[in-house]
């Protein structure tokens, strides 16, 4: 059964920090992995999507990266700004099965 | 302007009642979900669908009812509502590769 991990579960860094978000998951056989961003009662926004043939996906100031074979994933957040305070979740996809979610990382950038 | 839309957006109803929280998609996607959030759980699947009239069972059914009749519309019923149903429910379609949400809705049962 698919698991995935996010580590840490909270972090909290200074405004224009670069960071890194980490996502691990034990079966290696995805078809692809996102990311998305929750702010406090709202609902989920897809940030990035990475599908198993690729390394990385890039929008702006974010990068995932993807190392399917040690079954890992980074979200990489430059120059951090207080709005990028919210919670980050990693889930992923194996064929027609449903996603498969990570319990997130909530960041707090400080200005 | 297209995409998913969640009704109610907020329901306070009493333990016992028949509740139906409604999902609408205006992509065609034929794969839809219903999840629930909770503090200390994260996100739960409850039910999700493939296509008009497939469904099947996620992680937490019990107590939950789905139909698909159409294809841009995923009902979630809970028959007899239980204060351990109060939570956070959203939907969410995907497409060939994409998963998309939709707003939420947050119930309270009393």
């Known amino acids: 059964k698919q698991e995935v991990t996010q580590i840490p579960a909270a972090l909290s860094v200074p405004e224009g920090e670069n960071l890194v978000l980490n996502c691990s998951f034990t079966?290696?056989?995805?078809?692809?992995l996102q990311w998305f961003r929750q702010d406090p009662g709202k609902g989920l926004t897809s940030l990035l999507l990475?599908?198993?043939?690729?390394r990385e996906q890039t929008s702006g100031r974010l990068n995932a990266s993807l190392d399917k074979s040690s079954g890992r994933s980074t979200l990489y957040i430059a120059a951090s700004q207080p709005g990028d305070s919210a919670t980050y979740l990693c889930a992923v996809r194996a064929g027609n099965t449903p996603l498969v979610f990570g319990k997130g990382t909530r960041l707090s950038v400080i200005a | 302007d297209a995409g998913i839309t969640q009704s109610p957006r907020y329901k306070i109803t009493e333990t016992g009642r028949q509740v139906t929280l409604m999902c609408h998609q205006t992509?065609?996607?034929?794969?839809m979900f219903w999840y629930r959030q909770d503090l200390g759980h994260g996100l739960r699947l409850i039910y999700y669908?493939?296509?008009?009239?497939?469904?099947d069972k996620g992680e937490v059914p019990d107590g939950y009812v789905v139909s698909r009749s159409k294809t841009e519309n995923f009902p979630l019923t809970l028959e007899s509502a239980t204060r351990s149903q109060t939570s956070v429910y959203f939907c969410?379609?995907?497409?060939?590769?994409?998963?998309?949400f939709g707003p939420g809705t947050r119930l309270t049962v009393t």
């Open positions: 669908s493939a296509a008009a009239d497939i469904t």
């Open positions: 990475i599908q198993s043939s690729q």
């Open positions: 079966d290696s056989a995805i078809y692809n």
């Open positions: 992509w065609s996607h034929s794969y």
């Open positions: 969410a379609t995907r497409g060939r590769y994409e998963q998309y």
